[in-house]
Nanobody
Framework: QVQLAESGGGLVQAGGSLRLSCAAS????????MAWFRQAPGKAREFVAY????????PYADSVKGRFTISRDNAKNMLYLQMNGLKPEDTAVYYC????????????????WGQGTQVTVSS
């Protein structure tokens, strides 16, 4: 088992920045790949970014590429998402997920999820 807890969400104006954090406890953090997903009201949960166990592979959704940066600190059992140049369409609940997925963008491929943190971007 691994427990995940997101923090760092909030209300920000368009063009602003936020840094999300995900604290992991339980089983060895470094044994899992990690990802961020988000879910806007009335929409399906969607992939945002992935990071491999060592941190050397970090693909992004096209919608956030160049604006968001995923990172991890295995010594601290922490996952991060730095979000710059935020847009109103980035408004969603953001979730961190842990697993070793065959398909990086598939929510069903991740075994563990946090409760989510709300990000609201005003225009």
């Amino acid at each position: 088992q691994v427990q995940l807890a997101e923090s760092g969400g909030g209300l920000v104006q368009a063009g602003g920045s936020l840094r999300l954090s995900c604290a992991a406890s339980g089983r060895t953090f470094s044994s899992f790949a990690m990802a961020w997903f988000r879910q806007a009201p009335g929409k399906a949960r969607e992939f945002v970014a992935y990071i491999s166990r060592s941190g050397d592979f970090t693909p992004y959704a096209d919608s956030v590429k160049g604006r968001f940066t995923i990172s991890r600190d295995n010594a601290k059992n922490m996952l991060y998402l730095q979000m710059n140049g935020l847009k109103p369409e980035d408004t969603a609940v953001y979730y961190c997920a842990a697993g070793n997925p065959d398909t990086l963008t598939n929510t069903r491929a991740y075994a563990y999820w946090g409760q989510g943190t709300q990000v609201t971007v005003s225009s």
